[in-house]
């Protein structure tokens, strides 16, 4: 980007109809977008030379439910590993249907990113290879992070399974392996001594 022209004006220019609003608090430069067509607006900001917005740093999501409408605003925080700027992206999304593009096509990291904001918040992301919850458990109902969950909402009991080759079981089967070893060695030790 030439140093001598801000990016929100440049992107007011390049996009007049995209975009919605522009906010620039301390270097802080924020801007706000319609979703449609957004992943088009998102390949331009990472392959412009002008702008090369090539990092995906985070996507998060805030519900301002009785606040603002629409009521929900999935943001996007992106770095541009040559220049060392930070530019925000805020989507807003209405209550009926919150849902927005994958960006899993331009950043393979976007799916865990993605997966995140859906099991939170339930914001759906069109073209999505693997959609579903990653924090919490299939059978898990709701979106704990909307203002509306209910706090004493009780989930449903799941039995406790194995999920074969993980590190987690691979480490647990250590773990035991090793404690049964403590133990058997231990006991034969005070069985030597007691007789």
């Not at 925080?77 to 925000?88: A, N, Q, V």
């Not at 759906?124 to 898990?140: A, K, N, Q, S, T």
């Not at 004493?152 to 089967?173: A, I």
Request: proline share 7%; charged share 35%.
């Amino acid at each position: 980007m030439a140093e001598d022209r801000p990016i929100l004006e440049y992107l007011k220019e390049r996009w007049p109809e995209r975009i919605l609003e522009t906010q620039d608090f301390r270097g802080d430069e924020t801007v706000v977008m319609r979703p449609e067509g957004l992943r088009e607006a998102f390949r331009a900001l990472k392959e412009d030379p002008k702008l090369a917005f090539n990092f995906l740093t985070d996507i998060t999501c805030v519900d301002y439910l009785g606040k603002k409408e629409p009521r929900f605003e999935v943001v996007y925080h992106l770095c541009s590993m040559r220049t060392g700027r930070r530019l925000r992206v805020k989507v807003p999304l209405p209550e009926a249907d919150p849902s927005v593009e994958s960006l899993t096509p331009l950043w393979h990291g976007a799916n865990w990113l993605e997966r995140e904001v859906w099991d939170m918040f339930g914001i759906r992301f069109l073209g999505h290879p693997d959609l579903r919850r990653i924090l919490l458990y299939e059978e898990f109902q709701g979106h704990p992070l909307r203002k509306d969950y209910p706090v004493n909402l009780w989930q449903p009991l799941v039995p406790e399974r194995e999920v074969k080759g993980t590190f987690v079981d691979d480490r647990s089967r250590n773990k035991l392996m090793w404690l049964k070893q403590k133990f058997s060695a231990e006991r034969t030790e005070a069985d030597r001594k007691t007789s």
